[in-house]
């Protein structure tokens, strides 16, 4: 069974670093491009950060260029988000999920994901 589950967020003051880590199974993760998306209470999900299959390239929102970091190890089939110098509207369910090579690029058609973490930036 494909599984995407995602650890590490919780409960952050402002200017703070969280890592969140995502750890899948039941498929060829090496294939796949990966990404990080979020969603606040109210709001539309939004990307966050991509990489694709072989790590060689990332894509980043502009809210969190210089502040956030995508990366991955196959050989441990995991996804990592590094966030950084935390802000408000930081505050989101982060999720990962996982697509086809070019799902990066165009920040759309994954098809995979995971259950999510809450990530709360108190100020």
């Known amino acids: 069974q494909v599984q995407l589950v995602e650890s590490g967020g919780g409960l952050v003051q402002a200017g703070d670093s969280v890592r969140l880590s995502c750890a899948a199974s039941?498929?060829?993760?090496?294939?796949?491009?990966m990404g990080w998306f979020r969603r606040a209470p109210g709001m539309e999900r939004e990307f966050v950060a991509t990489?694709?299959?072989?790590?060689?390239?990332?894509y980043y929102a502009d809210s969190v260029k210089g502040r956030f970091t995508i990366s991955r190890d196959n050989a441990k089939n995991t996804v990592v988000l590094q966030m950084n110098s935390l802000k408000p509207e930081d505050m989101a369910a982060y999720y990962c999920?996982?697509?086809?090579?070019?799902?990066?690029?165009?920040?759309?058609?994954?098809?995979?994901w995971g259950q999510g973490t809450q990530v709360t930036v108190s100020s």
């Open positions: 990489i694709t299959w072989l790590g060689s390239y990332t």
């Open positions: 039941g498929f060829a993760f090496s294939t796949k491009d």
């Open positions: 999920a996982a697509g086809p090579r070019g799902a990066a690029l165009r920040r759309s058609q994954y098809d995979y």
